[in-house]
């Protein structure tokens, strides 16, 4: 027991900064999935994440594999398709799901021909995929300060994030900071992808966000406690993903995303709210 | 502060330059009850709309003197799966006291309650929104129009799809808050509830028709003259002229640019 769950950490290096990395990113990334899900963007979370993609690999053409360069050049074409698609479905007619469809898919069109431009296979592979073992300080540091950020601003506008949700019309007939904060939650969805694609690359850092997020849902009608149970989702599944991936030699982020994905699929058949429950209810009811 | 709590001057709303609320010119008085009166697309909920900012006049304006405002619209975006509680719904009412970051008080929390008792919802405080009736609905978004405390208050058909005796506790809740001193303005479209509880009546098809003491408004000749209006779009229509008076106006599309 022992030897297989705990001495993998207490002996390498790579597995502890691996665990510290991704339990931080698990802490901030979870909450801010759930407020997707409840807005009904849950698939806006994989746009954005293709959507960073050519400015991490701007940084990359320009600067080689190094984390500064990447992480703001993922972070400014981020924002610049979150508020493209805010700013044309808020003056046309569009919905803001078509114009960020066609947004990220311009900006991942631009990616891939920039990576094939200039960087090897190899090189897109770690772009695309990342890599939680080969974390370095300032990966960490980065993840760290992300994890600050999304706790600080989730504490101070957790009324209006909720408001917005719950009510937008009520919110913009009493305040005019829904807007602002809608586009303050988009960019820390931004950040926080970005955060993870060094640990889990573009494609599947949306992944730590989101499942911990939906398989949640199935065991609460809360919004404080599904955030709980949503970040404690996200650290078994980091856990015992970096076991996985030691042991039998995988790597290591569709290894954590594959351990998300289980637990979902366990929580939509066993959950509280979940398909069992509501297949095998009985004919037993209280008269009022 | 005046008499006057709103003041419509020559005010037109619309959608993409075509005229939905058209030269609209009227006062509402502080105290009063009001019902806005119209068939269905003749710019009430519009109106309402202008009335709370969210919509930008094309020209004129709406002159309003009040400290708060509670809006209940129509075609509410509130997402009834959202894993709320009603006191969650209902304490976004104090959005206007508290802010984005102040603390609900314990007097606050006394208030919250009396508002939840006196739409009949004592109990219900823990319960999902998502368990809830739609008069129920109706009833924790009155409680929360009570606690924002608001002077102007604006309810667009609040009574749709509500039984007799909810519409009953809404109105006599209704005409307490007029008691109070505050303002409200009602979209309604049943007659003989606007001729029973409604002192004052806004009759508008696009333009108005009538203001006024509700007995002097809703008669036979206006209630034609209200319906006599033409309720679809026209690419074809005129553009409307600065200088128009109203009369010419009425009874006819009026695109704006």
Known sequence: MFEYFICPFLQYGFMQRALFGSIVLSVSCAPVGVFLMLRRMSLTGDAMSHAILPGAALGFLFFGLDILPM??????????????????????????????????????????????????????????????????????????????????????????????????????????????????????????LIGGFQALGTLLSVGLMMLPAVAARFWSNDVRSLCLIAITIAVASSLSGLLLSYHASMPSGPAIIFCAGAIYVFSALAGRRGMLSSLLRSSRHKTA | MSDTCLKFDNLTLGYQGHAAVHHLSGEIRRGTLTAVVGANGSGKSTLMKGIAGILKPISGAC???????????????????????????????????????????????????????????????????????????????????????????????????????????????????????????????????????????????????????????????????????????????????????????????????
């Not at chain 2, 802010?99 to 508002?115: H, Q, S, V």
Request: glycine share 8%; charged share 20%.
């Open chain 2, 63 to 257: 002159i309003s003197e009040f400290s708060r405002l509670a809006y209940l619209p129509q075609q509410s975006e509130l997402d009834r799966t959202f894993p709320a509680r009603v006191i969650d719904l209902v304490s976004l009412g104090f959005w206007q006291k508290r802010g984005l970051l102040g603390r609900m008080t314990p007097a606050d929390k006394t208030d919250l309650a009396a508002c939840l008792a006196a739409v009949g919802l004592t109990g219900f405080e823990k319960r999902p929104l998502d368990s809830l009736s739609g008069g129920q609905m109706q009833r924790a978004l009155f409680a929360r129009a009570m606690v924002q405390d608001a002077d102007l208050i604006l309810l667009d058909e609040p009574f749709n799809a509500v039984d007799e005796r909810t519409i009953g506790d809404l109105v006599v809740l209704v005409k307490r808050w007029v008691a109070e001193g505050r303002t409200v303005l009602c979209v309604l479209h049943d007659h003989a509830l606007v001729r029973a509880h409604f002192p004052r009546t806004l009759l508008m098809a696009r333009t108005l028709v009538g203001c006024g003491a509700t007995d002097t408004v809703l008669t036979v000749d206006n209630l034609l003259r209200a319906r006599g209006f033409q309720e679809a779009w026209d690419d074809n229509a005129a553009w409307c002229g600065d200088g128009r008076s109203l009369d010419d106006a009425s009874g006819q599309v009026v695109a704006h640019v």
């Open chain 1, 71 to 192: 992480t703001i050049g993922g972070l400014v074409v981020g924002l610049l398709v979150a508020l493209g698609s805010g700013v044309v479905s808020r003056f046309t007619v569009q919905k803001e799901d078509a114009s960020m469809a066609a947004f990220y898919l311009i900006s991942l069109a631009v990616g891939v021909l920039l990576v094939s431009w200039r960087g090897s296979s190899v090189d897109l592979m770690h772009v695309l995929f990342g890599s939680v073992l080969a974390l370095n300080d300032e990966a960490l540091a980065l993840i760290v300060g992300i994890a600050l950020v999304t706790f600080v601003a989730f504490t101070i506008f957790w009324r209006a994030l909720v408001a917005e949700c719950l009510d937008p019309l009520f919110l913009r007939s009493v305040s005019r900071i829904g807007g602002p904060v809608h586009f303050l939650f988009l960019t820390l969805v931004v950040l926080n």
